[in-house]
Structure formats: C-alpha cells, structure tokens
DNA sequence: CTCCAGGGATGAT
DNA sequence: ATCATCCATGGA
C-alpha cells in the first residue's frame, strides 16, 4: 500500500519478512537454536508451518515465529514469551558438553545442533501426553488439534504474506483448559479421535479442576515425588511422566523411555543381549546419560526417528530383519 | 513375569 | 482397494 515509486529496495523488503501489508515483527536473539528441528521433534504438536515460519499458541497468546540465521522474528510483543517458551537461555553448549562421549551421542549431538527443550505449560503438555499414548506424531497432531477446535479459544494470526495467497489470516486454537475439558463428557472427547484415552484425559482433567492435584504446586516436590504423584493420574505411566517432567517441569534429567528410545539404547549399547528388563535399563540410563539425561534422550529420539523415516522401504526391512530380537 | 485391548494414520501390496 | 504396522497404560 505504501509507494515509493520504486525506490524501496528489494532488500528492504526481505528484511521486513516479505510481507505485505508487513507484518509487525520484533527481532529477538537466538544464537544456538533450530526452530524446524525443535517443533519437529515431538515435544509439541500443534505448530503449523505458514510461510517461512510457524503459528501456534504459548499457553493463551498466539503467535507467530520464523528464523533467520540467529535472529527470530516473532509476533511484536511477544518476544519474552517466545524466549522462555523456547528456553533460549539453556546453556546449550554446556548441556550438549555434558553428554557422554561415544558414536551414538557424538552423532546425535551432530545431527541436532540447535535442538531445545521447550519450556510448556503444565496442563497443556500433561493432557497431550496422556493423549500420546499409543499414538504416533501425525495422529497426536490430529488429536491436539481437534481437542483445541471443539474445546479451546479461537485467535488470530494476522500472517498475510506476499506471494503467498493460501495463507492470507491464521487462526489457532488455544488448548482448552482442565476446567473447560471437565465439563465435557466422554462421548465429546471421543469425537475427538482419543478412543480409549477419553477417559483417562476427563477423569485427569476432574481431578485438575477439583483442585485434588494442583500442578503449579507441584513444582515444589523432588524428582521421585513429582514422578509418583504424575503415575497416580488416569492415564500417566512412567513414560508420559517422564514426557511431563522434563518438558513442562525443566526436570532435566527425566528420560522417557519409548520403544524408539529403547531400541537404539539396545541396539547400541546392549547388542544382543537378551535379559534386560526394564529396570536394568533405567538405571543404565540414570547413570550413564547424567544430570541433562533429558536433553540426551531427546537428542537421541530425534536423530532415531529421521534416520529411520529417511530410509526407504528397503532399507528398513533389512534394518529390522537385522535387529529383530525376537527369540521366537 | 506374560498377554492383550484399544483406534486411526500410515505404508506396503 | 485391503492388510499389516505402529505404540503406552492398565488390568487380567
């Protein structure tokens, strides 16, 4: 709309984020991150590409991010809260130092340069977590989303870019609170793709609402406690506690163990050998991986998943002709 | 310890 | 088009 017969630089225009109108953008620090590989790497599912950057909430705001080199450009007013919700103060170089030293790691810690934990709002991260269970990433995206269209609050995203005409208004959906999903009934949450986890998540999401766990509370109890008191919840195993804790809890040594994890942990460092229950391999990993255990584990989860996805069909018949452990 | 329900996307055929 | 595979929790 603004004409300056010609004269505005094409650079100029780049560095306003090729938008048109331009959006109002902040520019915020953000040495030593991946945007990409941090929302792709299962700790949140329900950023959605749009242009050069993503759209999603952090807890009730919404926002818009894109990286450019070192810099993030986000949503004005929201550069603190994309800082904090992205960790951007972890001490990445020193965590990734502090991982032990073997291939396994080394390439892990290769592959996912600028990978951070995401600091995530309780509820939010323990209801997606219950809802994760037995799911895969597309079908936990699917589940996120309708949960927060039938149930969450609408916001818009003003993100109209030039040149790109299918992405004109974004509108996300917050996630719905325990309180709103307590009133919902289990047939409602079924509707919602969650199958048998419709109950785990309403009888949770009751137990939230009636103030019998109070989650920001929380926060005051040691590893063990948080872990034992998470696992009392409908829903919660070890695993998903462990998903809770480290990404909405900034427990840095919680290592949620799933069978991707748990394959390249056997495959690597237990090579054929037979009688590890899942005990013995905990305290391995305890021991072993150390006080950013968690950060390992996500490392080691990502680098698993991609290289896995990579292969071809081919390939990964043959892979998993080799590892089949199974002692028929 | 073992076995198994559960459900929808995804990939193989 | 059908068929097999992926998966965490909780209960038998």
Not at 293 to 307: D, K, V
């Amino acid at each position: 709309m603004l004409k300056f017969g010609g004269l505005w630089p094409r650079r100029l225009n780049i560095a306003l984020g090729e938008l048109d109108p331009p959006m109002k953008l902040t520019k915020i620090p953000a040495p030593d991150f991946d945007l990409e590989k941090t929302l792709d790497s299962g700790q949140v599912f329900h950023w959605v590409k749009t242009g050069h950057g993503f759209c999603g909430t952090i807890g009730d705001r919404a926002a818009y991010v894109e990286q450019r080199g070192n810099e993030l450009l986000v949503t004005r007013g929201c550069g603190e809260l994309v800082a904090n919700y992205f960790a951007l103060d972890h001490p990445l170089a020193n965590i990734c130092r502090s991982f032990p030293r073997d291939p396994l790691m080394d390439a892990a810690r290769r592959f996912c340069r600028g990978l951070r934990i995401i600091r995530q709002p309780k509820w939010e991260c323990l209801a997606t977590f219950i809802c994760s269970s037995m799911k895969q990433v597309a079908h936990i995206r699917q589940i996120s989303r309708k949960l927060r269209e039938h149930f969450g609050n609408a916001r818009n995203i003003d993100s109209r870019k030039g040149g790109f005409a299918g992405a004109n208004s974004h509108e996300v959906f917050t996630f719905p609170s325990a309180e709103r999903l307590a009133q919902s009934s289990e047939k409602e949450l079924r509707e919602c793709a969650l199958g048998y986890r419709a109950k785990n998540l309403l009888a949770t999401a009751r137990l939230i609402a009636k103030g019998e766990a109070d989650l920001a509370k929380m926060s005051a109890l040691s590893d063990i406690d948080l872990q034992e008191v998470l696992c009392q919840m409908p829903g919660v195993g070890a695993k998903v506690a462990n998903c809770v804790m480290l990404f909405a809890y900034q427990r840095l040594r919680a290592f949620p163990i799933d069978v991707w994890i748990e394959r390249v942990l056997r495959q690597n460092y237990f090579p054929r050998m037979r009688k590890l229950n899942a005990a013995r391999l905990r305290m391995f990993t305890e021991k072993y991986f150390g006080e950013h255990g968690g950060y390992a584990q996500q490392y080691l989860f990502h680098f698993a998943r991609m290289s896995a996805s990579k292969g071809k069909s081919r390939n990964r018949i043959r892979e998993r002709a080799n590892l089949s452990p199974h002692p028929a």
